[in-house]
């Protein structure tokens, strides 16, 4: 009888993974595509989009949930290339002159950021979200509006017509690939971007060093109960900051890798979908709002660019329609994060409820407010 | 003087900004070439499209749901209404009715599911509300390629099936409520009576509805849930109505606003509805835990009258397109000041 009780809480735990395996599986087939040909894909897309992803990790880790506003990093990536590509500074060279012009600024976007959710605590996915709405507002505006008016850009084929504002779309030829193709390796049939690969590794230590150090156990404990983090004497909203400028940092570079593998730049749009690509990432490597590893991350990714890859095509070999497997993965994209919040609110109200009981069971008075405040959370 | 400080606090320093912008603006418009006739008739009636799916936030704000972000589930219920009133090719004000009453159909069964699953998930409501609008949406997309409707008027004309991005309701209920009654004033200035008329009867509903017993229990269990089950209101009954009932006037103000517009935007149309209507709540005064008819009935003429003067009188005054990026950081502002304000009247 327990066993059975626990494959079932596996199974309810990984709920989400699981969903994926099983429709990745009856999607593939009907694709067309070989193995060897999504093999391929999935290598290119890991280098791509692993950097976006983990920088959602430190939020995470101090409680803040999923930080939709490192769509706020994006868009410091994107003036940098904007820069570089106005520069003319090509290849590796203009991908760290992005990033030395986005640190700044993704470090001044964090801090507002951190500021902002620290107002609204138990809200901050909410907020993140709409700092997200709000910036992109105020990054159209430099873009498209003082950028070769008080701004002053160099080229004039970046600009609009009009005389100011950056075009809608910008080539990135100078920086295009410039990291995969740093180390570009080559084993049997499949392309590997090693150089990419590194950097993505280096961050990964970083983030188990980084766990390991006093402000990252600091973060945890926040993360944990921000009432006893204050009276341990942690500095929760300095600690909480940090974990979001970090992040939005990381996002910066992550998109600006994202876009040298893309080769364009999609200058009002690109980094549109960036915190939703990465939030969906996450949640379907299994990851939940208060917990996430390594694993969940690169899980994540590989099953959902799968999914993400081969339905517009099974969908037009299916139904006769590329668009009905364009809405699907959209719909499956969107439906995941909401189904992951969902089970993951639904699990801490079931564990709320059997901590109230077991202290209920213990008698005393006492325990009651204890209970009450895991029953909020 | 103490008062005049104490109302501004209350008051919020955004909404006093956005109330004088409006108010420069409708005062320099003449001197840049706008009629301010027209524009004012334009305010009304784009108050009057908008204002049912502002009110539609209320029900769920009062009972502790916080804002609808899931409204596009709404709005999805008001889309079946009218296109199946269109598929059954009744026209006139007849088709309208048709429309609201098999949307309200929907859109109750939809609100009552989309209550239980929030009960689920109280203090996540809002960014799970946002994702399950969003799939909603997407899944729809799907069905409007698949679901078997085949008026000429609605499919592809080539392919058969398969409904159009957009569907003009020419023909069938354009303008029912606006041409009702509509009072004239020279060439420019239209009072839109019928739509303004029916927003004032769904107020009114609301309004009376809030202060029956069912709605009082509602706000009871939005100030204070611990109390409400103390005098035994049952909390989750109370926030499943208040979905149920934020649903259904999303579904009704989405007819209303496209019998006024002329089109039905379907597929991706509905994806950010939710936020215009929850922006111009807030700019009314509603805090994310209270919102009155007045929030609605100001917020939406604000609101509207800011999307309305910005492009014309910023346009010819700037000669340039700033006005999306003021609509973006003036609404979004809004919500985030919302959400970082640390109410009195909270908990």
Same mark, same amino acid.
Request: aromatic share 12%.
């Given at each position: 009888?327990?066993?059975?009780?626990?494959?079932?809480?596996?199974?309810?735990?990984?709920?989400?993974?699981?969903?994926?395996?099983?429709?990745?599986?009856?999607?593939?087939?009907?694709?067309?595509?070989?193995?060897?040909?999504?093999?391929?894909?999935?290598? !290119?897309?890991?280098?791509?989009?692993?950097?976006?992803?983990?920088?959602?990790?430190?939020?995470?880790?101090?409680?803040?949930?999923?930080?939709?506003?490192?769509?706020?990093?994006?868009?410091?990536?994107?003036?940098?290339?904007?820069?570089?590509?106005?520069?003319?500074?090509?290849?590796?060279?203009?991908?760290?002159?992005?990033?030395?012009?986005?640190?700044?600024?993704?470090?001044?976007?964090?801090?507002?950021?951190?500021?902002?959710?620290?107002?609204?605590?138990?809200?901050?996915?909410? !907020?993140?979200?709409?700092?997200?709405?709000?910036?992109?507002?105020?990054?159209?505006?430099?873009?498209?509006?003082?950028?070769?008016?008080?701004?002053?850009?160099?080229?004039?084929?970046?600009?609009? !017509?009009?005389?100011?504002?950056?075009?809608?779309?910008?080539?990135?030829?100078?920086?295009?690939?410039?990291?995969?193709?740093?180390?570009?390796?080559?084993?049997?049939?499949?392309?590997?971007?090693?150089?990419?690969?590194?950097?993505?590794?280096?961050?990964?230590?970083?983030?188990?060093?980084?766990?390991?150090?006093?402000?990252?156990?600091?973060?945890?404990?926040?993360?944990?109960?921000?009432?006893?983090?204050?009276?341990?004497?942690?500095?929760?909203?300095?600690?909480?900051?940090?974990?979001?400028?970090?992040?939005?940092?990381?996002?910066?570079?992550?998109?600006?890798?994202?876009?040298?593998?893309?080769?364009?730049?999609?200058?009002?749009?690109?980094?549109?979908?960036?915190?939703?690509?990465?939030?969906?990432?996450?949640?379907?490597?299994?990851?939940?709002?208060?917990?996430?590893?390594?694993?969940?991350?690169?899980?994540?990714?590989?099953?959902?660019?799968?999914?993400?890859?081969?339905?517009?095509?099974?969908?037009?070999?299916?139904?006769?329609?590329?668009?009905?497997?364009?809405?699907?993965?959209?719909?499956?994209?969107?439906?995941?994060?909401?189904?992951?919040?969902?089970?993951?609110?639904?699990?801490?109200?079931?564990?709320?409820?059997?901590?109230?009981?077991?202290?209920?069971?213990?008698?005393?008075?006492?325990?009651?407010?204890?209970?009450?405040?895991?029953?909020?959370? | 003087?103490?008062?005049?400080?104490?109302?501004?606090?209350?008051?919020?320093?955004?909404?006093?900004?956005?109330?004088?912008?409006?108010?420069?603006?409708?005062?320099?418009?003449?001197?840049?070439?706008?009629?301010?006739?027209?524009?004012?008739?334009?305010?009304?009636?784009?108050?009057?499209?908008?204002?049912?799916?502002?009110?539609?936030?209320?029900?769920?704000?009062?009972?502790?749901?916080?804002?609808?972000?899931?409204?596009?589930?709404?709005?999805?219920?008001?889309?079946?209404?009218?296109?199946?009133?269109?598929?059954?090719?009744?026209?006139?004000?007849?088709?309208?009715?048709?429309?609201?009453?098999?949307?309200?159909?929907?859109?109750?069964?939809?609100?009552?599911?989309?209550?239980?699953?929030?009960?689920?998930?109280?203090?996540?409501?809002?960014?799970?509300?946002?994702?399950?609008?969003?799939?909603?949406?997407?899944?729809?997309?799907?069905?409007?390629?698949?679901?078997?409707?085949?008026?000429?008027? *609605?499919?592809?004309?080539?392919?058969?099936?398969?409904?159009?991005?957009?569907?003009?309701?020419?023909?069938?209920?354009?303008?029912?409520?606006?041409?009702?009654?509509?009072?004239?004033?020279?060439?420019?200035?239209?009072?839109?009576?019928?739509?303004?008329?029916?927003?004032?009867?769904?107020?009114?509903?609301?309004?009376?509805?809030?202060?029956?017993?069912?709605?009082?229990?509602?706000?009871?269990?939005?100030?204070?849930?611990?109390?409400?089950?103390?005098?035994?209101?049952?909390?989750?009954?109370?926030?499943?109505?208040?979905?149920?009932?934020?649903?259904?006037?999303?579904?009704?103000?989405?007819?209303?606003?496209?019998?006024?517009?002329?089109?039905?935007?379907?597929?991706?149309?509905?994806?950010?509805?939710?936020?215009?209507?929850?922006?111009?709540?807030?700019?009314?005064?509603?805090?994310?835990?209270?919102?009155? *008819?007045?929030?609605?009935?100001?917020?939406?003429?604000?609101?509207?009258?800011?999307?309305?003067?910005?492009?014309?009188?910023?346009?010819?005054?700037?000669?340039?397109?700033?006005?999306?990026?003021?609509?973006?950081?003036?609404?979004?502002?809004?919500?985030?000041?919302?959400?970082?304000?640390?109410?009195?009247?909270?908990?």
């Amino acid at each position: 009888m327990s066993g059975k009780n626990k494959l079932g809480r596996v199974l309810a735990d990984n709920a989400v993974v699981i969903l994926f395996i099983l429709l990745s599986v009856i999607a593939i087939p009907f694709s067309g595509f070989s193995v060897q040909n999504i093999l391929q894909e999935m290598f !290119t897309r890991l280098g791509r989009n692993s950097f976006l992803v983990l920088a959602l990790l430190l939020p995470i880790y101090a409680g803040m949930g999923l930080n939709f506003g490192m769509t706020l990093g994006a868009m410091a990536g994107q003036i940098g290339l904007i820069m570089a590509i106005d520069w003319g500074i090509a290849g590796w060279r203009g991908l760290v002159f992005a990033a030395l012009v986005g640190t700044p600024l993704s470090i001044l976007l964090g801090w507002i950021c951190g500021a902002v959710m620290n107002r609204a605590k138990g809200r901050e996915m909410v !907020t993140g979200y709409i700092l997200a709405f709000f910036m992109n507002g105020v990054y159209m505006f430099l873009v498209l509006f003082t950028m070769g008016a008080v701004i002053p850009v160099r080229s004039a084929t970046i600009l609009l !017509t009009r005389g100011y504002g950056i075009r809608n779309t910008l080539n990135l030829d100078l920086v295009r690939a410039s990291l995969d193709k740093l180390l570009m390796l080559r084993i049997g049939p499949f392309f590997i971007p090693v150089a990419t690969y590194l950097v993505i590794a280096v961050l990964c230590v970083f983030i188990v060093w980084f766990k390991k150090t006093k402000l990252g156990q600091d973060m945890r404990a926040v993360g944990h109960d921000l009432v006893v983090a204050d009276s341990a004497g942690i500095p929760v909203e300095r600690t909480r900051i940090i974990a979001v400028v970090i992040s939005t940092v990381l996002a910066c570079y992550g998109q600006i890798i994202f876009l040298q593998n893309m080769g364009n730049m999609a200058t009002y749009n690109a980094h549109d979908q960036t915190g939703f690509f990465a939030v969906a990432a996450i949640l379907v490597g299994g990851a939940s709002v208060k917990k996430a590893s390594l694993l969940n991350a690169f899980l994540g990714i590989f099953l959902l660019h799968l999914m993400f890859y081969v339905s517009p095509r099974a969908g037009q070999n299916l139904f006769g329609s590329a668009m009905i497997g364009e809405y699907f993965r959209q719909f499956v994209g969107y439906g995941v994060i909401a189904l992951s919040l969902v089970l993951y609110a639904w699990k801490t109200r079931r564990d709320a409820v059997f901590a109230r009981e077991v202290l209920k069971n213990n008698g005393s008075s006492g325990h009651s407010d204890a209970a009450k405040e895991g029953a909020a959370k | 003087m103490l008062k005049v400080k104490e109302f501004i606090r209350d008051f919020g320093w955004p909404r006093l900004i956005i109330f004088f912008f409006l108010v420069f603006m409708f005062i320099a418009a003449p001197f840049v070439g706008v009629r301010l006739d027209a524009s004012f008739s334009d305010v009304l009636n784009r108050f009057g499209m908008n204002a049912i799916m502002v009110l539609a936030m209320v029900p769920m704000v009062q009972s502790g749901c916080g804002l609808n972000f899931g409204l596009p589930l709404g709005i999805i219920s008001g889309l079946l209404g009218a296109t199946i009133s269109i598929q059954l090719g009744v026209t006139g004000f007849g088709g309208f009715l048709i429309a609201v009453f098999i949307a309200l159909f929907f859109a109750s069964i939809l609100g009552w599911l989309y209550g239980l699953l929030l009960n689920k998930v109280k203090g996540e409501e809002m960014t799970i509300a946002m994702y399950v609008g969003f799939a909603s949406v997407m899944f729809m997309s799907i069905m409007w390629l698949v679901l078997p409707y085949n008026s000429p008027n *609605m499919v592809w004309g080539y392919a058969g099936k398969g409904l159009r991005t957009t569907i003009t309701v020419e023909g069938y209920w354009l303008r029912v409520l606006n041409n009702f009654l509509a009072i004239k004033f020279g060439e420019f200035f239209v009072i839109p009576t019928g739509l303004l008329l029916f927003v004032a009867l769904c107020v009114l509903i609301v309004y009376v509805f809030m202060r029956t017993k069912t709605g009082t229990a509602m706000t009871a269990v939005g100030s204070n849930p611990d109390f409400a089950r103390a005098s035994g209101v049952s909390v989750d009954r109370m926030r499943a109505i208040s979905v149920m009932l934020s649903t259904m006037l999303g579904a009704v103000g989405i007819i209303v606003y496209e019998q006024s517009f002329g089109f039905i935007q379907l597929y991706t149309g509905p994806l950010y509805m939710a936020f215009p209507a929850v922006a111009a709540i807030l700019i009314g005064g509603a805090s994310v835990n209270k919102a009155s *008819m007045l929030n609605v009935l100001v917020g939406t003429f604000l609101f509207q009258g800011l999307l309305t003067m910005t492009p014309s009188v910023i346009n010819s005054l700037l000669q340039n397109d700033m006005s999306e990026v003021i609509r973006i950081v003036v609404s979004n502002g809004m919500i985030l000041y919302a959400l970082t304000r640390k109410t009195k009247v909270s908990k």
